[in-house]
Nanobody, 126 residues
Framework: QVQLVESGGGLVQAGGSLRLSCAAS????????MGWFRQAPGKEREFVAR????????IYADSVKGRFTISRDNAKNTVYLQMNTLEPEDTAVYYC???????????????????WGQGTQVTVSS
């Protein structure tokens, strides 16, 4: 079992920055690829970014590419999401997730991930 706790959300003006953190604990918590998803009111939860076990490979949703950066510090069991040039459309609850290899399932799919945090609210004002 892996527990994930997000932090760092808040209210920011458009053009500003925030850094989200996701602290992982539990059995072999560093043995998972990690992802960030977000869910805006009335919308489906959507993929934002993902980082491999070693941190050597990252992928991003097109909507955040060039503005967001995912990273991890395995010594601290923590994953980060640096969000720059924020836009009102980035307003959502942001979730951290952990998963292991699943054949035939997209790494951008919620179904790829086994464990989820409780989420942290990010609000971007215009």
């Amino acid at each position: 079992q892996v527990q994930l706790v997000e932090s760092g959300g808040g209210l920011v003006q458009a053009g500003g920055s925030l850094r989200l953190s996701c602290a992982a604990s539990g059995r072999s918590s560093t043995n998972y690829a990690m992802g960030w998803f977000r869910q805006a009111p009335g919308k489906e939860r959507e993929f934002v970014a993902r980082i491999t076990l070693s941190g050597g490979l990252t992928i991003y949703a097109d909507s955040v590419k060039g503005r967001f950066t995912i990273s991890r510090d395995n010594a601290k069991n923590t994953v980060y999401l640096q969000m720059n040039t924020l836009e009102p459309e980035d307003t959502a609850v942001y979730y951290c997730a952990a998963g292991t290899l699943k054949t035939g399932v997209s790494i951008r799919s919620r179904d790829w991930y086994d464990y989820w945090g409780q989420g942290t609210q990010v609000t971007v004002s215009s």
